[in-house]
């Protein structure tokens, strides 16, 4: 099965096309093409993301991008049929159709006037979007997907309804169904692309930790979850992000933090506690974490310092760090010694820190009944990949999703 995914929740405009086949337990992805524009130099100068920025970015570059991925899936698929499909950037084997995806050079004919009807009334908010697509699409031959599968939340709401709509456009122009996909369950499904190459088992246990969240969550089959523990304040993405602001960091704010920290590290293996920042609620008996008090801390910590040098910097940097992923990785241990889990996933951006990845495969160790999945850290922030990827595992979890005539709509609190 062919799917093509769209990815607009925050500051990424993502596409994907894949060839998914094999079902829930043992998925295997062919990455067709991959495209992600980060519009992070656009928000920098605003220290975070400017939703309505964001949403005239995504319009932008949404046509551009789908048209490149078409043609870099038309390359993949005749590869496959030279027998080098070895060649195209793929995630794990598996088995792509060779149909042609070479969309962009055909002249198509035949679009009934109804149909462009309704792409116009679909588009009507998205007049920058609107006037690219009926400029470029209507052209292409229809390519050999079958089905349209677009975040539709939680994240920024001005910028998921960009791709909701192109996905309802698009799903019109070429007569294929389109289902909405969680963000989150997108994160989950980053961990098929794990190095290990063991298969998904149930029941599992995901940490997802990024810029709007920090849960764990608890599942027996793909589509089930129960949120055992989650923030009661800031996202850790989001606390990365705005103690790297004190310090007077770019952002995104947690790689910058976490190459501090490393540089500390390395200089002083052994942890200290100079500045005393708490770990909060790491005692306490359930699985939630609260991350706005060390954010306070830091807070206070700096304005009792009268100049902040690049080695108080790192320093902070550093036990700020060591604070989040001390907690983060506490708690997931606990619940994974009160889950009967099989796997234990991470996912979200904050898995790209090199610190908790490593704290969290050394407690895993510590369960040698427990797979860890944890996606590269290329695909733990946000891509159209992860949401290609769980839309395939929603469609084998439940043949009749694409039956089902979904009314999308993008909602920014979507919970899992
Ligand atoms: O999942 P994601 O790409 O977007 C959301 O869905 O929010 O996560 C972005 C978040 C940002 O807050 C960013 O600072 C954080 O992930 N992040 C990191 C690292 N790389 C990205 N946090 C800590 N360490 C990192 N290396
Ligand atoms: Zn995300």
């Not at 975040?151 to 070429?174: D, H, I, M, S």
């Not at 500045?275 to 304005?303: C, Q």
């Not at 796997?343 to 860890?372: C, D, S, Y």
């Amino acid at each position: 099965m062919n799917i093509l995914s769209i990815e607009t929740s925050c500051d990424e405009t993502s596409v994907a096309i894949i060839s998914a086949a094999g079902g829930i337990a043992a998925p295997k992805v062919k990455v067709l093409s991959h495209t992600t524009l980060s519009q992070i130099q656009i928000h920098q100068k605003y220290g975070g993301v400017f939703p309505h920025l964001a949403q005239r970015e995504h319009q932008k570059n949404l046509v551009p991008i789908l048209i490149k991925a078409l043609e870099e899936a038309h390359s993949a698929s005749s590869l496959q049929k030279d027998g080098q499909a070895g060649q195209a950037r793929s995630a794990s084997s598996g088995q792509a159709r060779s149909t042609s995806f070479r969309s962009t050079q055909c002249k198509q004919m035949n679009i009934k006037p109804s149909v462009i009807k309704k792409i116009m009334k679909i588009l009507e908010r998205e007049p920058l979007m609107l006037e690219a697509f009926l400029k470029h699409l209507p052209d292409l031959v229809r390519p050999p997907i079958d089905v349209i599968a677009v975040t539709n939340g939680p994240g920024l709401e001005p910028a998921l309804w960009v791709g909701v709509n192109f996905a309802k456009a698009l799903g019109e122009l070429w007569g294929i169904p389109v289902i909405p996909v969680n963000h989150m369950e997108g994160h989950i499904a980053s961990a098929i692309f794990t190095k290990n190459k063991k298969c998904l088992q149930f029941p599992l246990l995901a940490l997802l930790v990024s810029g709007g969240h920090t849960e764990l969550v608890y599942s027996k089959k793909w589509g089930q979850y129960t949120r055992i523990g989650e923030t009661r304040d800031d996202a850790a993405g989001e606390c990365f992000d705005k103690v790297a602001r004190m310090l007077s960091l770019p952002y995104p704010g947690g790689p910058e933090i976490s190459h501090l920290a490393a540089g500390d590290r390395k200089k002083f293996p052994l942890r200290k506690k100079k500045y005393n920042l708490p770990s909060p609620m790491i005692h306490s008996k359930d699985y939630d974490f609260s991350f706005s008090g060390l954010k306070t801390a830091v807070m206070y910590t700096l304005r009792k310092i009268p100049s902040i040098t690049k080695k108080i910097k790192r320093e902070i940097a550093r036990e700020f760090e060591d604070a989040v992923v001390e907690v983060l990785v506490s708690k997931t241990k606990k619940a994974l010694e009160m889950y009967p889990v099989k796997t234990l996933i991470a996912g979200g951006g904050v898995i790209g820190n090199p610190l908790l990845r490593k704290k969290l495969t050394e407690i895993v160790k510590g369960f040698p009944k427990i797979t860890p999945h944890f996606p590269p850290t290329t695909l733990a922030t946000d891509n159209a990949l992860m949401i290609a990827t769980a839309g395939y595992m929603d469609i084998a979890a439940d043949k009749t999703t694409l039956k089902k005539k979904f009314s999308i709509k993008a909602f920014g609190n979507l919970k899992l």
